[in-house]
């Protein structure tokens, strides 16, 4: 697995103007909240992917990717490895151009799926870390 060069994840940040997070909680002590908020700040429209929760950041939630009825730039992954090759398959389903799984979380097979289809992916990464880069 190799990731983008900062050049080309630099080029993400500037294109890019909605991020669906899967996984997302509704909890403000969580990771994915902290780092979901973070990017809303930043200017992006976050859409929550949870089937536990109604609604997140002031933003309704969705139960998949398949739920969303509108285009998604980036799909930012909050799950274990394990369910990557599933969120791969929806992300190429809904046509979003760009696959990120936070830091510690990678899947080879979801990682060769989503190259094959054309796929902008990064694992292993943390969104927020990676933007501020660029601020």
Known sequence: M???SNERIKEIFQKSKTIAVVGL???????SYMIAEAMQLAGYEIIPVN??????????????????????DVVNVFRR?????GIAEETVAIGAKVF???LGVENEDAYQYLVDHDVTTIMDRCIK???????
Do not use: C, M
Not at 25 to 31: A, L, V
Not at 81 to 85: D, G, M, Q, T, V
Not at 129 to 135: L, T
């Open 100 to 102: 990120w799984a936070q």
């Open 81 to 85: 490895s394990e369910y990557l090759p």
């Open 129 to 135: 870390v990676e933007h501020a880069k660029f601020k």
């Open 2 to 4: 190799k990731n983008p």
């Open 25 to 31: 909680s509704d909890n403000p002590e969580r990771t």
């Open 51 to 72: 089937p536990t929760v109604n609604e997140v950041l002031g933003k309704k939630a969705f139960a998949s990717l398949k739920d969303i009825n509108k285009h998604v």
